[in-house]
């Protein structure tokens, strides 16, 4: 049967700092690009029906690096617009909102987790459709992917922090007895 692979894209300098990366069109570091190439060999010889990424050129980078030949650009696969607290840690922010949680209350100036939610249903769907004619792959960020998951196996996005996603991992998302399950996490 069908599953959709789930690539985070490599190491940026952002990610290692921690630093909230959104609508921020950053690189790879030297580091995440070799753990694109990595990515690539641990998925090579893998067909794919469709290759859909996010517009942002850390997740077209691993993309191309992997050996993935994208189908679609597609915008709802943006990471989560993270407004006034884009480029910040978690920390700097507790610093002024101590009780802040992504998951539950979203972002000043940026998205709710229903929005980004409804917008990772959106690409699970179109996923859905690839899915008839082999398996999909889906390159994207960290919490994007993560809300994916989460709603792949219809739990609300909240459940997505809960589902830790390193950079330059892959996840695959299929079905048992013909319901989705995650079929494996975070692998490097």
Not at 2 to 12: K, M, N, P, W, Y
Not at 85 to 107: F, K, M, N, Q, S
Not at 138 to 167: N, S
């Amino acid at each position: 049967m069908a599953e959709i692979v789930l690539v985070r894209h490599g190491q940026t300098e952002w990610s290692v700092a921690g630093r909230h990366t959104g609508r921020t069109d950053i690189p790879l570091t030297a580091a995440g690009e070799e753990q694109a190439r990595a990515i690539g060999a641990k998925i090579k010889g893998r067909e794919f029906a469709a290759v859909l990424c996010s517009p942002r050129i850390r997740a077209r980078r691993t993309a191309e690096l992997a050996g993935l030949g994208v189908t679609a650009i597609d915008d709802d696969l943006a990471e989560w617009d993270y407004g006034a607290y884009e480029g910040i840690t978690t920390a700097e922010i507790h610093r002024t909102d101590p009780d802040w949680y992504l998951w539950d209350d979203g972002v000043p100036g940026g998205e709710s987790p229903e929005r980004i939610g409804a917008r990772l249903d959106r690409v699970l769907a179109r996923a859905r459709e690839h899915l008839r004619h082999g398996d999909v792959a889906l390159v994207a960020h960290g919490h994007a992917l993560r809300v994916a998951g989460a709603r792949w196996i219809e739990e609300p996005v909240r459940v997505g922090g809960r589902l830790r996603l390193d950079t330059a991992t892959l996840c695959r998302l299929g079905f048992e007895h013909g319901r989705p399950v995650i079929l494996e996490w975070n692998s490097r």
